[in-house]
């Protein structure tokens, strides 16, 4: 094998750089070169190729392991936000005995007076703040019997209201976010023919 000639050459500035001419590199055409090159040269391949197979394995790994890591990141914020819920359902179940007691107060009395007008507006602003968590009312009172959101209370035997309707609510009942917190308690209508 020939090496590349190098000469230097003056630049302006007195300093010598050295230049570097391209030289082609040629192989003998010997068959004993060429037979202890491929010998050379083959156990080169065999690490290439076990190196290949390392990296694409180290590679897959690296990509496994982000997956696991973005799967482990999506579960701890849903399990964060459902323990957020949990927390704020249970808040609000302990301040729904407040709510009944405001809706049975505004029901017992129908005369006007400051204090009717002062338990309305405290009603309102506690209905309100609800409805911003996510709290809303069951409907109830005509409506089909639903299993699913009413607990009935009793049945009752009318022909004034059409069969499996509630025809009374007793207790109010309560979604948060389009989940169940407390059924409605009401009288259901049986129409005996």
Same mark, same amino acid.
């Given at each position: 094998?020939? /090496? ?26 010997? $068959?004993?070169? =060429?037979?202890e ?17 390392? /990296?694409? =394995? ?24 459902e ?5 704020l =359902? ?6 729904l005995?407040v709510? $009944? ?7 017992s =009395? ?7 007008s ?19 009312q ?13 607990e ?10 059409e ?8 207790? /109010? ?5 389009e989940r ?6 009401? /009288?259901?209508?049986r129409?005996?023919?």
């Amino acid at each position: 094998m020939n /090496r590349s000639n190098r000469r230097f050459m003056s630049r302006g500035n007195g300093k010598t750089e050295p230049e570097q001419l391209d030289v082609e590199h040629e192989l003998p055409a010997s $068959d004993e070169t =060429s037979e202890e090159t491929r010998s050379a040269v083959q156990p080169i391949e065999g690490e290439l190729g076990k190196l290949r197979a390392e /990296r694409d =394995s180290l590679v897959d790994r690296v990509a496994r392991l982000q997956a696991e890591f973005e799967n482990a990141r999506k579960r701890a914020v849903r399990e964060q936000q459902e323990y957020r819920d949990f927390a704020l =359902s249970d808040a609000i179940k302990t301040l729904l005995p407040v709510v $009944d007691s405001f809706d049975l107060a505004l029901q017992s =009395s129908t005369e006007k007076s400051e204090l009717r007008s002062g338990i309305e507006l405290i009603n309102k602003q506690l209905h309100d703040a609800l409805g911003k968590l996510g709290l809303k009312q069951i409907p109830a009172k005509g409506e089909p019997f639903d299993p699913r959101f009413h607990e009935a209370i009793e049945m009752v035997d009318t022909n004034e209201a059409e069969d499996q309707h509630i025809i009374d609510e007793l207790q /109010r009942g309560y979604k948060l976010k389009e989940r169940l917190l407390r059924p409605a308690m009401v /009288r259901v209508a049986r129409n005996s023919k």
